[in-house]
């Protein structure tokens, strides 16, 4: 089977940079990807990472270590509307490549 | 962007009534499309992939016989949840992969909230 860690909340004030760190267990790993939730909205997919390295997306970016089994989200600049419920999710062959997400990190940012 | 529509947003119903919700790709065509489940403030549960034309795959501790999909079409895919009961209550969410792109990106319908009293 596969597991993730995420922390399950992280609060942080506009304009700062917040790390959202994500560990998994899996067997056959094929990538990494991060997606976003407003509460009562659908996932909205932010980002991928197959290989080691960052992935910059604008202000966000996404990092992954194979060896380490290690990944993390960086949002850079907050902004209020950043507020939402991040989910890292993996995906592998033996789950036929669906990727399979985690808790999720609900991000407060304070004025 | 490939868009996914979900209807209905939210549906209330009487215990031991059937709830049919219909997921739509509006502007590619899906083959596969997946059902979610989410609990409040919980990770997102696969619950089956739906595959157009045959038999959908149901995920282990998930009732086929409970939550009915019909993938009909390349761009239809419903969940019917028979018998509802209030422990059925949820946050129900589909998903398809878009050709030309790989099964990582996900696009996600809307979400339907069910409440069964």
């Known amino acids: 089977g596969q597991s993730l860690e995420q922390p399950s909340e992280v609060t942080a004030v506009e304009g700062a940079i917040v790390q959202i760190n994500c560990t998994y267990q899996t067997s056959g790993f094929y990538g990494l990807s991060w997606y976003q939730q407003h509460d009562g909205g659908a996932p909205t997919f932010l980002s991928y990472?197959?290989?080691?390295g960052l992935e910059e997306t604008g202000r966000f970016s996404s990092f992954l270590s194979r060896s380490d089994s290690y990944g993390y989200l960086l949002l850079q600049e907050l902004q209020m509307k950043d507020s939402a419920s991040y989910f890292c999710?993996?995906?592998?062959?033996?789950?036929?490549?669906?990727?399979?997400f985690g808790r999720g990190t609900s991000l407060i940012v304070h004025p | 962007g490939a868009v996914v529509s979900q209807h209905p947003s939210r549906v209330i119903c009487k215990s031991g009534t059937s709830v049919k919700i219909e997921c739509r790709s509006l502007?590619?065509?899906?083959?596969?499309m997946f059902w979610y489940r989410q609990f409040p403030k919980k990770s997102l549960m696969l619950m089956a992939t739906?595959?157009?034309?045959?038999?959908?795959?149901?995920e282990q501790g998930v009732e086929k016989d409970k939550f009915l999909i019909n993938h009909a079409s390349l761009t239809l895919s419903t969940l019917t949840v028979t018998s509802a009961h209030p422990e059925d209550s949820s946050f129900y969410i589909c998903s398809a992969t878009s050709p030309g792109t790989g099964k990582e990106k996900l696009f996600f319908g809307s979400g339907t909230q069910l409440s069964v009293l």
């Open positions: 739906s595959n157009e034309g045959s038999k959908a795959t149901y």
């Open positions: 999710a993996v995906s592998a062959s033996g789950g036929s490549y669906i990727p399979t």
């Open positions: 990472n197959a290989l080691d």
């Open positions: 502007d590619f065509q899906a083959t596969t």
